[in-house]
């Protein structure tokens, strides 16, 4: 794959050249706002298309929810849990999808979900700008107001805290005790994605203007060269400790200095809308929405579709994996809720030189 390189403004930015493609995904009715867009993807030179074939989802729930926003998975990958527009959640038996149990929140639109430790009991967030923790059966234990309405939402490490991003341009972080460990003013635009590392130490966010940041905790939020779409999604790389971040059609990473951006093309014929790595790595698996549906697991070095899945019907949202990379979850403007199990990826020492 051959690179091309430019400077902008003292950034170095290198895109990834890829293959043309021919076809174009479903088309999600907020689509006929990108109507260019949807004529570019489906003629344009915007990645390198996989002749994988589409594996199916172990099961499909369909009207689990008036459209997806949140997911989550156990400590111990046994449970899922999955939220949506109405506010209602529900958890679910894995990897089969058994219904376990549902009930309904204040929040409005959720925006996150995560379970702690000990896995029994489980955090949500939403527009209402709560967050509220309940028991396996749904009886609400504790909950904590955090400012605006949550935009964006990321499990800090040890998953005893959580990073929030907020509609006035606020990143937050939160002990599960409710305690604020920190507050950033970033922006005057909502936040679109935030991040942790697993040691909870490095943050980063993005806004809808398309800036982005990165920052050690106790240091102040370092500007890193803006993407050519702002970021639905960030996520550190388990391996190098490399952001990772995504936004029509293409995966984001940034260099340890933050000086070199890396635009890496993928077979998505949409926005990329939410990543994350499967397991310790080096895999991510990604899912797409606006001119797409797709449910990819991909090679973030090369963009590279490892294995596709079956598309949803509408716009992708959401994904969720096991913390052993066995199981996979995702929800989608479709109503439904879609269970995986993960086909054996090669291991981290096969994937080195």
Not at 48 to 54: G, H, I, L, M, Y
């Amino acid at each position: 794959m051959a690179d091309r390189v430019g400077v902008f403004g003292g950034y170095r930015v290198t895109r990834a050249c890829g293959t043309s493609r021919s076809s174009t995904g479903w088309y999600c009715s907020e689509a006929l706002l990108m109507l260019a867009l949807g004529v570019f993807v489906a003629f344009g030179t915007v990645g390198c298309a996989s002749k994988q074939s589409r594996l199916e989802p172990t099961r499909i729930i369909d009207d689990a929810h008036s459209g997806g926003n949140a997911l989550a998975i156990s400590p111990d990958g046994r449970i899922g849990a999955s939220g949506g527009w109405g506010g209602r959640i529900r958890l679910w038996q894995l990897p089969g999808g058994a219904p376990v149990a549902a009930w309904m929140t204040s929040h409005g639109d959720l925006s996150g979900l995560m379970f702690l430790p000990e896995g029994n009991r489980l955090l949500s967030t939403g527009h209402d700008g709560f967050v509220r923790i309940w028991d396996g059966s749904g009886r609400l234990l504790t909950s904590f107001a955090v400012g605006s309405a949550v935009t964006s939402f990321h499990p800090g490490g040890g998953s005893r805290s959580v990073i929030l991003g907020h509609a006035d341009g606020q990143v937050s972080h939160w002990s599960v005790e409710g305690e604020r460990l920190g507050y950033w003013a970033l922006s005057n635009r909502r936040i679109t994605a935030v991040a942790t590392d697993r040691s909870g130490a490095l943050f980063a966010a993005g806004d809808y203007a398309g800036r982005v940041w990165r920052w050690p905790d106790g240091h102040p939020p370092e500007r890193l060269q803006s993407p050519s779409s702002h970021a639905r999604s960030l996520v550190f790389d388990p391996i190098d400790g490399k952001l990772l971040g995504s936004g029509w059609f293409d995966l984001f990473s940034w260099s340890a200095d933050g000086v070199e951006l890396q635009v890496i093309p993928t077979a998505h014929r949409g926005i990329v809308n939410h990543l994350a790595f499967i397991g310790d790595g080096p895999y991510v698996a990604s899912i797409s929405r606006q001119t797409d549906s797709a449910v990819l697991l991909l090679d973030p070095d090369t963009g590279e579709t490892l294995v596709g899945f079956r598309k949803h019907e509408l716009c992708g949202q959401r994904l969720a994996l096991s913390p052993d990379g066995r199981f996979m979850i995702t929800n989608s403007d479709d109503a439904s809720v879609r269970f995986y199990t993960l086909p054996d990826m090669p291991s981290r020492d096969s994937n080195t030189p």
